[in-house]
């Protein structure tokens, strides 16, 4: 589904990302672990499209079709969410507004039927109550003085809403605290499907220990150099990254 | 080459004066007539004119408009759906009565050519009373052609439920003077809404002035919405005095035009009064959008609180002027004033300018103006959930000034001026 081939890229003039491959079958759960400064975010950003982000080389294709040609909201319409690890504030756009204008928009590109307003407001309720977010979060402006938890769990709620095919999640765990964790945890279960990737991109296990992934990657120096089964993350969690070969 | 229009303006008066319209407001048009002749033309070397330019509306003489086109007037789409008010309609100055509210004696309302006997007094006493002419050659202007209007009397301790709305729609190029004078007596409550429009292509200049004398412990809720299109120039003047104890509101939305000014002064003469206004002014494509608004506070004990947001876009050109007058006896006032302007383009230009003076030693005032760009994280974050780059940024321009509508009691009017907003948000030029 996912095939990232030799991604380079940077930002400005600094290279970040050096020669990056990684593969996501549908169904799969991939976890991608790193020391701070290995270029996680940068390779959130990148496959989401981000204005500033440079790719010198290298592809990603999305069930082969270039990602890195699109602007961001057609690689949204095509199937990719980024959860963001910080969702900006939107003051003076209320949730409701946002959720509606992103999934028509999402929805008319894939040719899917466009949900009516109630039909939208059913949906929105739904995936309100199972991030546990009270209805009134929908009326506020989009993660306008939301708590950090708040914030991500809304960050769920719009990936419920848009279905996308790979699900990338930027340090969701940061900043959050065990209920919230689980909330979110579930959320993201609930869209495992045969379908669909999930990439968890995470500086800690803890989330693993929630949502268990299928693979297990450590990013370091722009790079994947260690791959494995899910122990891997148990055995990084326990030993750190200093015994990889390939990390600085 | 201001004296084209100023030769054209005095010699249009001296026509208008005795042959047209209501011939009991011959005294008004004298003065007014007499003032603009003294009035020096705007000129950008003249402080309140600085950031405006007048020299196309200056360049051409100026005429009465010449008939109206009723049927455009009626396929403006400037009808408020769901609006429960009582409507005095103008075209082209003139008062559409099949437009207008049919007349109800439980409101104090008249069109100026509808008047009786009392009230052609009480409007001939009254009118331009709460404004300084001086320095105002517009003011002179619309009363040297002062002719239709809308009067609005509240007596004491009344509740108006129903807003009040003069609506002026032009159809025709040349100039007009809609004037609208409120009188709330003490403890009465009213709403009063203004609304200019223009139709598409017509060359019109409208010079509105309304006067809101606001009795002791009175309300009032003064929407004042100038619509422009791209050659219509309107400027408008607007008052309000207070008296003691009293609380005005008052929102502001101008957009559009080849010049949209307004010039609003808040007289505060009562100690105990509340003012809050709150504006936006948007201008994009060659239109120019201004506010300059003149708050006097002359008694003790009395606060203020203005929000006014401000956008250019294109080629757009917004000023906004905030002067705080605080007098030596305005001890213990508390005035805050906060301007916020987003610039959208490199071609598109703002002003913004708060001015505290302050002769009180015992008060509280802080202002604030700011002049920036669109978040681009935000941008971002939209496009990132399938907005096309357009509508993120006309989303995040409009959560720039939602505040000023959510700010808005009447919901119907703060419908309706999203019609008019999405248009000036949408397919944007700012490269």
């Known amino acids: 589904m996912l095939k990232v081939e030799n991604l380079c890229a940077g930002i400005e003039d600094k290279s970040i990302l050096q020669g990056l491959n990684f593969t996501v079958n549908a169904g799969e759960v991939h976890a991608i672990m790193g020391p701070n400064g290995a270029g996680k975010s940068t390779f959130s950003y990148v496959l989401g499209g981000r204005p500033g982000y440079e790719v010198t080389d290298g592809t990603a294709t999305l069930d082969g079709v270039d990602l890195l040609d699109m602007e961001p909201e057609e690689r949204a319409q095509a199937g990719v969410f ?18 509606k204008a992103s999934v028509e928009s999402v929805y008319a590109a894939r040719g899917w039927d466009v949900p009516s307003t109630v039909a939208f407001m059913k949906l929105a309720r739904e995936a309100c109550a199972k991030v546990e977010l009270p209805l009134e979060f929908l009326k506020r402006g989009v993660n306008e003085g939301f708590s950090g938890g708040e914030r991500k769990r809304n960050e769920i709620l719009q990936m419920l809403l848009l279905q996308p095919k790979l699900c990338l999640l930027d340090e969701t765990d940061s900043g959050l605290d065990i209920d919230a964790l689980q909330v979110v945890a579930e959320g993201v279960n609930s869209l495992r499907s045969p379908d669909r990737g999930i990439v968890i991109v995470t500086h800690y296990q803890r989330l693993l220990d929630y949502i268990k992934p299928d693979f297990v990657h450590v990013l370091a120096g722009g790079k994947i150099v260690k791959s494995g089964g899910p122990e891997l993350a148990l055995e990084l969690e326990e030993k750190g990254y200093g015994w990889i070969e390939g990390v600085a | 080459m201001a004296e084209l229009f100023k030769d054209s303006a005095q010699a249009l008066a001296q026509s208008f004066e005795p042959a047209t319209g209501e011939s009991w407001l011959l005294e008004q048009r004298r003065q007014g007539s007499s003032a603009f002749a003294l009035a020096a033309m705007p000129n950008r070397r003249i402080e309140q004119f600085k950031y405006n330019n007048f020299n196309s509306l200056l360049s051409q003489p100026i005429s009465l408009p010449q008939g109206s086109d009723d049927a455009l007037a009626q396929a403006m789409g ?26 109800d004696p439980a409101i104090g309302v008249t069109a100026f050519s509808d008047a009786d006997e009392s009230q052609r007094d009480l409007i ?15 003011v002179a202007l619309a009363d040297s052609l002062s002719d239709d209007g809308v009067l609005l009397q509240v007596a004491a301790g009344t509740d108006l439920q129903k807003p009040v709305q003069l609506l002026s729609l032009r159809t025709t190029s040349g100039v007009a003077a809609p004037r609208l004078l409120v009188q709330i007596g003490a403890g009465a409550r009213a709403s009063v809404i203004e609304q200019y429009q223009c139709a598409e292509g017509v060359q019109a200049l409208d010079c509105a002035v309304s006067e809101i004398d606001l009795g002791d412990n009175a309300e009032v809720h003064h929407y004042r919405i100038a619509l422009g299109s791209a050659e219509y120039t309107h400027i408008g003047t607007a008052v309000a005095r207070q008296g003691r104890d009293s609380r005005y509101r008052a929102y502001v939305i101008n957009t559009g035009g080849a010049l949209n000014r307004l010039d609003h002064i808040v007289d505060v003469q009562g100690s105990g009064s509340n003012s809050q206004m709150f504006g936006a002014y948007l201008a994009r494509a060659k239109q120019q959008v201004d506010i300059h608004l003149c708050v006097e506070h002359a008694v003790p004990n009395c606060d203020s609180q203005e929000t006014y947001r401000g956008i250019a876009a294109e080629s757009g050109k917004a000023v906004f002027n905030g002067r705080i007058q605080i007098h030596k006896d305005a001890q213990k006032t508390d005035a805050q004033l906060s301007c916020r302007n987003l610039l959208l383009s490199n071609k598109a230009e703002l002003n913004a300018k708060p001015e505290l003076e302050i002769y009180a030693d015992d008060v509280k005032c802080a202002h604030g103006a700011t002049v920036g ?52 948000f949408t397919n944007q030029d700012n490269g």
């Open chain 2, 78 to 103: 400037a009808e408020i759906p769901s609006l429960d008010a009582h409507r005095l309609v103008f075209v082209d100055g003139k008062l559409n009565a099949e437009m207008s509210s049919a007349p």
């Open chain 1, 82 to 99: 980024l959860a963001f690890q910080y969702p900006v504030e939107v003051p003076g756009v209320s949730n409701m507004e946002f959720l």
């Open chain 2, 124 to 138: 001939s006493r009254q009118l331009g009373k709460l404004i300084p002419v001086g320095d105002r050659p517009f």
């Open chain 2, 373 to 424: 760009q669109l978040d681009e994280a935000g941008v971002f974050y939209l496009r990132s959930r399938g907005l096309s780059e357009d509508k993120a940024r006309s989303m995040l321009s409009y959560a720039f000034i939602n505040e000023v509508l959510l700010s808005m009691p009447l919901e119907p009017l703060a419908d309706f001026l999203r019609g008019p907003l999405d248009v000036f």
